[in-house]
Every structure is written in structure tokens, then in C-alpha cells.
């Protein structure tokens, strides 16, 4: 099946810096991926939507000067937490969408990152 | 908007019996329904998808089923084993119009005792 792998898996970093993830589909190419982020035992969340060569969509609430989201290939999308704070502690999931055949598209997920802000 | 609503209580069946878990939803005409399997710190993982036109589907001990008209889905695993442990979720797809919206239910936990 399709893969996508997202890193680091693990990040600690203080208060004021700025993390970034990767996002990569390894064999398949994604015009799309979307980037979620999950509190512990709640749903997840749709942070944006991004699309290959184009700027990110984000959903309401979410700053997107604070989530900066780059989607510079097929393969490869970054999301970069911008001057991080303890609340920004999380687990955030890229997945990318793939269209399985004409009855439908699949998203496949990264392991996911998280991201504790000290 | 979209609502998609999952049984936020844990499942708990006895290993060897048929777990059956429910997802609704409002708001929406889904032309495919997928579920997904997520673990503690992973991510999700596909399991099956299911058309408008399909009533059933079936995958190894999987079932999935959607009525269109009720706007449910039901997600069976039969021979339930504890490996089975984990969080499912629900996601309806492909409204008529094209859009894509990619939500999820909020998922129900399954809890296989041995």
C-alpha cells in the first residue's frame, strides 16, 4: 500500500523556537495533503489543506502565520510551528490524499509527530 | 456543517465475539464511506472503503455496511481478538458537487478482553 512517513516522530523544544515537520509520500504523488493535529483522547483535527504549487487553505481558528505550511513538490510537505509555545504541544499527523480508483480516494497517514513545547 | 457522530464510549467485548461499531452522520450525502484504525501515538490507517451503491463490504473479519438513507455506517469485526484494541474512525467522503472534506468522527474505541 501507499506510504507516507513524516519526521522527526519526536521533537522537545523550548518556549520562542521554531519546529519543522516533513511530510513525504514514498511512492505514490500527492497534489494534496492535509495536516491535522490531536489532543490526547480527542479527535482529529483539520489544521489546512495543502496543495501542490499553491498556498495552503487553512480551517477557521487555526493562524496561518503561526502554521506555516509549504507544499513545494508532489512528494513533500513541511508544516513549521512558528515561535512555539507550550500550547502548541501536540500530536500532528500529515497524511496525503491518493486516489485508490475511479470509486474513490484514500488518505494515507503519517506515524505522526509530537511536539512537546518546554 | 458536516456531523459525523461515533459512540464516544468505549466498546468492550470478551475476545472470540462480533464487535459492531456505529457512525452517523448529518449534514452530508457521502458518495463513499471509509474506516480507519488508529493506535495509541500513531496515526491512522486505512482499512475499507465502501460506495453509495454498496450495501455491504467485506474484508478477512471486516464488515462494513452503509445505508444511504439512514445515514449510517456499521463496522463489524467478527472473531474479535485483543490485537483488535484501538480506535476506529469514520469518514464519510466524496459529496455530490466534488467537494472533499476531510474530517473525521471523533472514533470509538475498541477494547477486546482476552
Known amino acids: 500500500g501507499a506510504v507516507v512517513s513524516q519526521h522527526p516522530s519526536r521533537v522537545i523544544c523550548k518556549s520562542g523556537t521554531s519546529v519543522k515537520i516533513e511530510c513525504r509520500s514514498l511512492?505514490?504523488?500527492?497534489?494534496?495533503m492535509f495536516w491535522y493535529r490531536q489532543f490526547p483522547k480527542q479527535s482529529l483535527m483539520l489544521m489546512a489543506t495543502?496543495?501542490?504549487?499553491?498556498?495552503?487553505?487553512?480551517e477557521q481558528g487555526v493562524e496561518k502565520d503561526k502554521f506555516l505550511i509549504n507544499h513545494a513538490s508532489l512528494t513533500l510537505s513541511t508544516l513549521t510551528v512558528t515561535s512555539a509555545h507550550p500550547e502548541d504541544s501536540s500530536f500532528y499527523i500529515c497524511?496525503?490524499?491518493?486516489?485508490?480508483?475511479?470509486?474513490?480516494?484514500?488518505?494515507?497517514f503519517g506515524p505522526g509527530t509530537r511536539l512537546t513545547v518546554l | 456543517s458536516q456531523k459525523i457522530e461515533q459512540n464516544s464510549e468505549a466498546l468492550n467485548i470478551q475476545e472470540g465475539k462480533t464487535a459492531t461499531l456505529t457512525c452517523n452522520y448529518t449534514?452530508?450525502?457521502?458518495?463513499?464511506l471509509q474506516w480507519y484504525r488508529q493506535d495509541p501515538g500513531r496515526g491512522p490507517v486505512f482499512l475499507l472503503l465502501?460506495?453509495?451503491?454498496?450495501k455491504e463490504k467485506r474484508k478477512e473479519r471486516l464488515k462494513v455496511t452503509f445505508d444511504t438513507t439512514l445515514k449510517q455506517s456499521l463496522f463489524h469485526i467478527t472473531a474479535s481478538q485483543p490485537a483488535d484494541s484501538a480506535t476506529y474512525l469514520c469518514?464519510?467522503?466524496?459529496?455530490?458537487?466534488?467537494?472533499?472534506?476531510?474530517?473525521f468522527g471523533r472514533g470509538t474505541s475498541l477494547i477486546v478482553h482476552p
Open positions: 497524511s496525503a490524499r491518493h486516489r485508490v480508483d475511479r470509486g474513490g480516494d484514500t488518505q494515507y
Open positions: 511512492d505514490f504523488q500527492a497534489t494534496t
Open positions: 495543502s496543495n501542490e504549487g499553491s498556498k495552503a487553505t487553512y
Open positions: 449534514n452530508y450525502s457521502p458518495a463513499y
Open positions: 465502501i460506495r453509495e451503491n454498496e
Open positions: 469518514a464519510p467522503r466524496g459529496a455530490s458537487g466534488g467537494s472533499y472534506i476531510p474530517t
